[in-house]
């Protein structure tokens, strides 16, 4: 049994409600913040197209390293081998059937959806509504999830064990995730997949639509200052968790005002509050809690950091050979209905490779939105056990430093 029994309170650590320090963390977890920067600093003197088009070069690489890196740690780690073999059904079986049933939708969407010539969404086309709709709700779900994890990790961090605490990080989180950015979203985009089947089959009339968004966004305001708020009236108040109260208010508010203004500044800065905050935030973890494994086992920090380091670069090597001749397949952001013409080119004789391709980008997607659960989600006691010595207690120099003190 691990130091963390499963029915202990989670290690506390004593670096100011940081994760690990505040430099790892502002990078980490933060990387809104010097991401920000960057892009407004740097468009001064290159304009932001330029600084913006060198920053997002690397969007797809680290999409896959963050996708990844807890799809690893939960069906392949050495970390994780014990739990697999006591529970086959949760890390071996539902991953199965997972990747099994995305093949089978992406070959079916391959060999048989094809818009009208008219371009309507009709019932015929099921599958696509299905391909599409099962990746973003699932999206808006893990977003979400991932807030309050790392509410939940700051949270825990700073001593505030109270009931309290939760609902209303749980709270905050449901209402901006899983409400508000899936409201302003429908309202903005229309020409995407997902998009196009709301819109088609759900009653959402644009001007009250619209009216909802306003709202919204207005709600976001208050939620954020109402959760701030409490937030600053406890004795043990968090600063990381105000900032990152902070990024999460950001999610519908840069969204909102990059429709309303049209100013690209805003879509680029709502870029890295969103995304690459979310990716940041996965590769940060995941690479604490696997150096940390292996330092466990005798490693160096540096040999630690190199092994998990190369084991990404491996990962990113294979699904870059799988799919680099393929992007344009990659259809869950397509916008502009060019999905309905990538679809029309599929031929027969494409349809088995495309089909298991499609079927590969889901199955990417939403294993990995079952593994970061399974890994992350703190109130199960295998995550207790295994994960949390390694992502929240401190190192042990640190821990033995504050002892001699």
Not at 12 to 23: E, L, V
Not at 127 to 141: K, Q, R
Not at 238 to 250: D, N
Not at 321 to 332: K, V, W
Request: hydrophobic share 50%; with cysteine.
């Amino acid at each position: 049994m691990s130091a963390v029994a499963a029915n202990a309170p989670l290690p506390q650590g004593r670096s100011g409600g940081w994760i690990s320090s505040p430099g790892w963390d502002l990078f980490w977890m933060f990387s809104t913040l010097w991401g920000a920067a960057l892009l407004l600093g740097g468009s001064a003197f290159l304009g932001i197209a330029s600084v913006a088009l060198a920053i997002f070069f690397f969007d797809r690489i680290i999409s896959v390293v963050h996708a990844w890196s807890t799809t690893y740690m939960v069906l392949f780690s050495p970390l994780w081998s014990a739990e697999r073999r006591q529970n086959p059904r949760k890390y071996v079986y539902v991953p199965l059937a997972i990747a099994t049933a995305c093949v089978l939708l992406g070959l079916y969407v391959a060999a048989y959806q094809r818009f009208p010539a008219d371009g309507r969404l009709t019932a015929a086309l099921w599958g696509w509504a299905l391909y599409v709709g099962v990746f973003w709700v699932g999206h808006f779900w893990h977003f979400g999830n991932q807030d309050f994890g790392v509410l939940s990790i700051y949270r825990t961090r700073a001593g505030q064990t109270g009931p309290l605490d939760r609902r209303v990080d749980k709270l905050y989180t449901a209402v901006m995730m899983f409400a508000i950015q899936p409201v302003v979203y429908l309202t903005i985009v229309k020409t995407t997949g997902f998009a196009e089947v709301a819109h088609s089959w759900l009653p959402l009339d644009q001007a009250a639509m619209s009216v909802a968004a306003a709202v919204c966004i207005a709600a976001a305001c208050l939620c954020s200052l109402a959760v701030i708020g409490f937030e600053l009236s406890k004795p043990n108040r968090s600063l990381p968790k105000l900032l990152y109260y902070g990024v999460i208010f950001l999610h519908p508010v840069l969204f909102y005002a990059t429709a309303k203004t049209r100013e690209i500044t805003y879509g680029h800065l709502f870029v890295l509050a969103y995304f690459w905050s979310h990716w940041f935030i996965a590769i940060g973890l995941v690479s604490r809690i696997n150096t940390r494994f292996y330092q466990r086992r005798g490693d160096s920090h540096g040999r630690a950091l190199a092994r998990h380091a190369g084991l990404l670069a491996l990962i990113l090597a294979v699904v870059w050979l799988i799919t680099h001749n393929f992007g344009e397949y990659l259809l869950f952001n397509t916008d502009r209905f060019r999905y309905k013409e990538i679809l029309a080119g599929i031929t027969p004789g494409q349809t088995t490779v495309i089909g298991l391709l499609l079927g590969f980008f889901l199955a990417e997607q939403l294993i990995h939105y079952y593994c970061d659960r399974c890994l992350f989600r703190f109130r199960e006691p295998a995550v207790r056990r295994t994960v949390a010595p390694l992502l929240l207690a401190s190192p042990p120099g640190k821990a033995r430093a504050a002892g001699a003190q």
